[in-house]
């Protein structure tokens, strides 16, 4: 069904700057080629341009895109417009912004098929419940019926891609459509995902910049860098082979190694100590207890030195238990002990030695740099607020610290804005490290990271453990990134401690089964470990 | 801004910051603060530069522009010129004094309310929220039949009337930056109520505020010539824009000057100011930034 494409130089530019220089590649029908890379390598652009579309600001300069026997950027825009969710269709990254929330989901699933004249509305609704089901989508002929808010974040995202196939499409562009999925949720989309794209024969480009997420949907893949391209062949030969020296170290992030901790913690004196914690929202009944509890009688022993990871998918209450630490959330039972002395439950009743000895880091940088201050002056508040430096010592402590995190000084007079993810986060760890905490809270430091990027700022992390001895709770929902860093992992469910695994028994089981699920779903970087995991268990009905 | 003195030294080839902002200003914002600051200077300067007072009357009635009036005459056969220029102190002065107060309060209690607790928040809503519910123009006859009409009353009364709107859009958008993760992490470093209001707040909500600013300004103008027309604002012979236009009215079946000069002056002031907001540094740089 589908139709070969074929890119040959395409050149995207915005202003003065090449986005996408001179790419060509081509797709045989009914293959799936992935673009991979990191933020800003235009690897959307570049899907965006096989719809004939640039975003605002950008301009296709040059090249040529052919599907079938469409020169799709000859095209003129009443032509584009029946191009467009017909014949290519896209599914976004984020389902939840891409639905009209106040219309039901049948109603804008259909609305491709209706809008282009393939089908009677009728029609087009008997197709769409197939294709739920086909999506292994819960209660196929009804779900339809709901409005967005009302399903989960993974069915979401099926459904979008049922609004991308009902039409028949000969090419589909996915965009990253599993990264901002949890773990168990992505397998079971990506399951969903490959089985429509196989069954259909249609062409598909599948941007990403997961390589483990790639080697499982993907025929070829190819590696793009800055606009340009680095490598591209068979998934399986640039697996095993790479020969560009980006494509490795891309590989090398995305098998992250083990960061060695420091001295035995073993025996180091206990830091933070909770017994029995529980906090949750709303307004609390007759015994204290809030209307709704998030988590509950959770018990946990950090050491000085140590990392401990928690992990769990969202909702399960792990940033939760990080707020609680911190003091922004009053426990309604159990206590906390923080080197030796009992911790206030509340913000306003702890004194400020408290308070700079715990310090938050939080996952996305763009909200925890207030954007209208400069870097420097961002470094600056605390080391005023809790050792009143000054003046040539203050610029003296703030430049040790850029340097502490691999930044470079220059950038003390930049405002977050000008920054990259990765430089934005290295300056908030800086920041909580301006206090000289004993105690670092990280939750989600590199979820919003790229790859590299992320595995950059996880030996920064590490680095900063083994020189300073700071102890970190280390939140995430991925295990790769605990497992990397941390001594010891806590698994979350549903508010509750399910289990605690040391470092030295992480490949030794059995496990808690909910642990073994999650550490089941990380995808692994090599082909056909979907295919595996299939083999093991019958695909589960979500 | 100790930040602003101490980054210039490190920074090789970097212009000052001052004229680094002031060159963030495109065509239009120079226009618009050209024409801020004619005004400012003719309500400063103006009068004493004038060969004649807009008092001396007794000339033609509503005459046309001509060497002698280059506005034209009143419907006192007053110059026209002479009365625009003297009513740029009460326009520019009142209203641009009577904005600022009801943004400034507006915004603060905003900010107060969004940092504290939800006590001090409810009771400052409703309280402002009880005051939108009376009619603006009712309220300033009350305040004007109660103190009497003068010239410190009326930048009282416009200030208190728009001051829950400005706080309405002030608390909205700072509640929102309030729930931002920088600002959790000010507060886990124990900072005051204060500095989270004015350091980390306010600084993120100050560009859709002046916004807001400009087109307050715009109502004050109105509500003044409204209560001037009532004969509760500025009181004859002084007379602001709002006034000439109102007292001017009959001047439009015969399309005079003396009708169009004062309304001109309010459009190329008010204009003139949105273009300038439009211009400021953070905006451009938060525009540039997102890009």
């Known amino acids: 069904m589908g139709s070969p494409v074929v890119v040959d130089k395409l050149t995207v530019s915005a202003g003065g700057a090449t986005l996408v220089d001179a790419l060509s590649f081509a797709i045989q029908p009914g293959e799936v080629l992935a673009l991979i890379g990191e933020s800003g390598s235009g690897k959307t652009t570049t899907a965006l341009a096989l719809m004939g579309y640039a975003r605002r600001g950008c301009r296709i300069s040059g090249g040529s895109v052919r599907i079938g026997d469409v020169d799709v950027l000859s095209l003129d825009a009443r032509q584009l417009r029946a191009l467009r969710g017909h014949i290519v269709t896209y599914i976004a990254q984020s389902a939840a912004a891409s639905f009209d929330p106040s219309r039901t989901i049948l109603d804008q699933v259909v609305e491709p098929a209706v809008l282009h004249g393939t089908m009677r509305r009728g029609e087009a609704e008997l197709k769409a419940i197939q294709l739920f089901r086909e999506l292994a989508l819960p209660e196929p002929e009804s779900i339809g019926q709901r409005y967005p808010h009302q399903v989960s974040g993974g069915q979401l995202q099926r459904l979008m891609a049922a609004m991308a196939l009902i039409t028949d499409p000969e090419v589909v562009i996915l965009d990253e459509p599993t990264t901002a999925l949890d773990v168990t949720t992505q397998v079971e989309v990506l399951r969903a995902f490959r089985r429509v794209v196989r069954e259909r024969q249609v062409t598909a480009v599948y941007v990403s910049h997961d390589l483990a997420v790639v080697a499982q949907m993907a025929d070829h893949i190819l590696v793009l860098r800055d606009g340009c391209m680095r490598e591209v062949g068979a998934t399986e030969r640039l697996l095993a082979a790479p020969q560009n020296e980006y494509t490795i170290s891309l590989l090398a992030a995305a098998r992250p190694a083990p960061r060695v901790s420091a001295a035995k913690v073993a025996d180091a004196d206990v830091l933070l100590r909770l017994q029995g914690l529980s906090a949750g929202y709303g307004t609390r009944n007759a015994e204290g207890k809030p209307a709704i509890m998030i988590i509950e009688d959770i018990d946990l022993e950090l050491r000085r030195g140590q990392a401990i990871g928690v992990i769990g998918e969202s909702g399960s209450g792990k940033t939760t238990l990080a707020r609680a630490v911190a003091g922004l959330l009053a426990p309604c039972a159990g206590t906390m002990q923080f080197d030796g002395r009992t911790l206030p439950p509340a913000l306003a009743q702890r004194t400020r030695d408290e308070l700079r000895r715990i310090q938050i880091v939080f996952q996305s940088a763009d909200t925890a740099l207030n954007p209208s201050h400069t870097v420097e002056r961002i470094l600056a508040r605390p080391l005023e607020f809790y050792k009143g430096l000054k003046g040539q010592a203050l610029r003296r402590r703030i430049d040790e610290l850029l340097d502490v995190v691999k930044l470079p000084r220059a950038l003390a007079d930049r405002l977050p804005g000008g920054l990259s993810g990765g430089q934005k986060q290295r300056v908030n760890l800086a920041r909580a490290l301006a206090a000289e905490p004993d105690l670092i809270l990280c939750d989600e430091v590199t979820s919003a990271l790229d790859t590299v990027v992320g595995a950059a700022v996880l030996d920064l992390i590490a680095e900063l453990r083994r020189e300073l001895g700071v102890s970190y709770l280390f939140i995430s929902h991925d295990l790769h990134t605990v497992r990397s860093v941390c001594d010891e992992i806590v698994v979350m469910r549903h508010g509750r401690k399910l289990a605690q695994v040391a470092r030295a028994d992480y490949d030794r089981g059995p496990h808690h089964p909910y642990y073994e699920q999650l550490a089941r779903a990380v995808p692994e970087l090599r082909r056909g470990w979907l295919d595996d995991l299939d083999k093991q268990r019958p695909a589960l009905v979500a | ?291």
Do not use: C
């Open chain 2, 1 to 291: 801004m100790s930040s602003l003195s101490t980054s210039a030294g490190r920074a090789h080839g970097v212009p000052s910051p001052w004229r680094m902002r002031l060159g963030y200003f495109g065509v239009s914002g120079w226009i618009g603060l050209a024409i801020v600051a004619f005004w400012a200077l003719a309500a400063v300067f103006g009068p004493t530069l004038l060969s004649r007072t807009g008092a001396a009357g007794g000339g033609a009635v509503f005459a046309p522009i001509s060497a002698a009036h280059w506005l034209g005459t009143d419907y006192l056969g007053r110059d026209m010129l002479a009365r625009v220029i003297e009513g740029a102190r009460y326009t520019v002065g009142v209203a641009f004094l009577a904005t600022l107060l009801a943004s400034g309060t507006g915004t603060l209690l905003a900010l107060l309310a969004a940092a504290s607790g939800r006590w001090i928040d409810a009771t400052l809503s409703r309280g402002l929220d009880t005051l939108t519910a009376i009619p603006s123009k009712m309220f300033a006859l009350l305040i004007v039949a109660g103190f009497g009409s003068s010239v410190p009353m009326l930048v009282a009364a416009a200030a208190v009337i728009y001051v829950p709107g400005a706080y309405r859009i002030a608390r909205s958008l700072a509640v929102n930056v309030n729930a931002l993760d920088y600002v959790t992490v000010a507060r886990t470093r124990g900072e005051s109520t204060g500095y989270v209001m004015l350091r980390e707040i306010l600084p993120n909500i100050a560009g859709p505020m002046l916004a807001d600013l400009g087109l307050r300004f715009v109502y004050v103008v109105l509500l003044l010539a409204s209560l001037s027309f009532l004969g509760l604002g500025v009181q004859p012979p002084e007379a602001d824009w709002g006034s000439l236009v109102r007292e001017n009215i009959l001047a439009l079946s015969e399309g005079g000057a003396s009708v169009i000069a004062p309304s001109l002056a309010i459009a190329s002031l008010t204009i003139a100011v949105n273009l300038v907001i439009d211009n400021l540094p953070g905006r451009g740089a938060r525009e540039r930034g997102a890009r």
